[in-house]
């Protein structure tokens, strides 16, 4: 009698318990992402990318494959932006484009 006693105690502690999923909001980053892509001869070699004639930053450029398990993406302030991308200084691609918060704007060569 004493064991059913128990064990009805033990099953009703364990019931009462609450459970639930409690959720926590990470705030993210104000930054957008710019990723240069290219199937043909651009692919692996590196381009001098400057966004809104202000920064500038040297990126290498990745093949254009189906899926890629790490893709080299650039950080940027999103909104509005002129991108123009430089190959051994000469323009080969210009583009204004908006990119949103958390976003990543992929540019094909």
């Known amino acids: 009698m004493a064991y ?7 099953i009703i502690g364990f019931t009462s318990c609450k459970t639930g999923t409690y959720y926590r909001t990470i705030p993210s980053d104000d930054v957008a992402y710019v990723q240069v892509i290219s199937s043909g001869q651009m692919a692996k070699k590196s381009v001098e990318v400057v966004i809104d004639d202000t920064i500038s930053f040297e990126a290498k450029v990745d093949k254009l494959k189906k ?8 950080t940027i302030t999103p909104g509005r ?17 908006f990119v949103s918060h958390q976003t990543t704007k992929v540019i094909t060569l």
């Open 67 to 74: 899926s890629s398990t790490r893709p080299r993406t650039y």
């Open 81 to 97: 932006r002129n991108i123009k991308v430089y190959y051994q200084g000469q323009l080969i691609h210009q583009q204004d484009v």
């Open 4 to 10: 059913l006693s128990a064990l009805a105690l033990v």
